[in-house]
């Protein structure tokens, strides 16, 4: 099945700016589904082919996890020295799943209760180097402090430097990641196998 894949995509925006702040990190999670039919594996896995989130121009995605992360970013300011006094990230993640319609047998419905078990875990694997990455960049902008920058341009700009390459580490994790998980006999491979026998 060369178009079913597992898939995370992010959308990342960095708000920095002079604004009261809370708690570091603060997430919150959702979940969509999209509706499949079928009365074999093969036609599910087909389904899912034809109708799952898109992962890049010409693909589907069996599920997909999405995230985005917003910052507010508290300044404070003495003599010439720009400070971070406190920064709330907002990561929000979206996991979307299939979701199957209609009467299945009981050899497929237990054969879809495993494959879906195998995807949640999958996914939500995504979810938590998503987590990981926002408080790597958390711990990386706390207390940051530039000197010579009385309009804290400078420190804005290294801070969002910072966070960006935190960002770039945390996806190469999830393309290796997937790349492990999608090869032959890895577990998306195996999930596909099992459920289109």
Avoid at 61 to 78: C, G, L, P
Avoid at 127 to 151: E, Q, R, S, Y
Avoid at 170 to 175: D, F, I, P, T
């Amino acid at each position: 099945m060369r178009y079913l894949v597992l898939a995370a995509a992010a959308v990342f925006s960095a708000l920095i700016a002079s604004s009261p702040a809370g708690a570091a990190v603060k997430t919150s999670v959702k979940t969509k589904h999209y509706s499949i039919s079928g009365k074999d594996g093969a036609a599910l896995l087909a389904q899912m082919d034809r109708r799952g989130p898109k992962h890049g121009f010409l693909t589907r995605a069996i599920a997909q996890t999405s995230y985005t992360v917003n910052w507010e970013i508290d300044w404070t300011r003495k003599s010439d020295v720009c400070r971070v006094k406190n920064a709330v990230a907002r990561l929000s993640i979206t996991y979307t799943y299939p979701e199957a319609t209609g009467a299945l047998s009981p050899q497929l419905k237990q054969r879809w209760a495993r494959f879906m078990k195998g995807v949640r875990k999958h996914e939500e694997m995504h979810g938590t180097l998503a987590a990981h990455m926002v408080k790597a960049a958390d711990k990386a902008i706390t207390g940051f402090a530039m000197k010579n920058d009385p309009g804290c341009r400078k420190a804005q700009n290294a801070v969002k430097r910072r966070v960006d390459e935190i960002y770039a580490l945390y996806e190469a994790k999830q393309h290796r990641f997937d790349a492990v998980e999608h090869q032959p006999g890895g577990a998306v491979d195996s999930l596909v196998r099992a459920l289109g026998r």
